[in-house]
């Protein structure tokens, strides 16, 4: 049997993990955005092992975040707001250099809050693009957006020569698993807004916290 990363994406999924990341008041359950990563891996991984060396550094920090979720202070790490007051109240975060906390949640979740950035910007794309619409080149316009400036030129070299090794839209909304195209597009339409608010409420709470640089 496979892991759970092997298993067949669904948009859906990835919807509904996104959906119950905002609690009432507004706070991010840990949890659920870390479960929404695993979905997106998920259908990384069923692009191709061309995007292993991405999806492999998305896992790493699943497993460092969910590791602290099911560690002896988990209860701490119930959202991001609680994980935050929490690390940084215990001198947990390595705030300009990179020391003994090399592995903090808030440092952790920083690269994964930046990505989907990137998300938001490809799927926007995605979504609003016509019949022929090339995804290597809405991929790279999204990264180079939003994720290519905190990466070093050999990660961007890479990531390039990957993207271009991405199926056509019709493939790839097929790999998403929901059905015809105008289905895809609306689902897409009602994650976007999801997502959307899952990255302002964190950038706000970073940016408030002077987190943005964390090494
Ligand atoms: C559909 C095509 C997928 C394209 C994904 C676009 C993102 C490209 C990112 C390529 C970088 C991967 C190599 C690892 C880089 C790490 O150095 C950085 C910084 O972490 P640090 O070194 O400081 O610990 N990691 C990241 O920036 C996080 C990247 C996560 C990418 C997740 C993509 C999930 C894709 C979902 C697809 C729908």
């Not at 180079?144 to 990466?151: A, I, K, R």
């Amino acid at each position: 049997a496979g892991t759970e990363e092997d298993q067949k994406f669904c948009l859906q999924e990835v919807l509904d993990t996104f959906k119950l990341c905002l609690s009432e008041n507004k706070e991010v359950y840990l949890e659920h955005y870390v479960a929404g990563w695993r979905g997106l891996v998920k259908f990384l991984n069923s692009l191709g092992s061309v995007f292993g060396f991405i999806s492999k550094d998305a896992v790493n920090k699943i497993h460092i975040l969910v590791t602290l979720l099911n560690g002896e202070n988990g209860s701490q790490y119930a959202t991001v707001q609680s994980m935050v007051k929490y690390e940084l109240e215990n001198d947990l975060v390595d705030l300009t250099k990179r020391g003994s906390h090399p592995e903090s949640g808030c440092r952790t979740l920083l690269r994964l809050h930046r990505a989907l950035r990137w998300l938001e910007l490809f799927l926007e794309r995605l979504r609003t693009s016509s019949e022929d619409g090339k995804t290597s080149v809405m991929c790279s316009e999204a990264y180079n957006e939003s994720l290519s400036q905190f990466h070093p030129w050999v990660v961007r070299k890479a990531a390039g020569m990957a993207f271009c090794m991405l199926p056509g839209r019709p493939a790839f909304f097929e790999v998403m698993n929901v059905g015809p195209t105008e289905q895809v597009v609306a689902k897409l339409g009602e994650a976007l807004p999801l997502i959307s608010e899952v990255y302002q409420i964190t950038e706000e709470l970073y940016t408030q916290q002077n987190l943005m640089n964390l090494p």
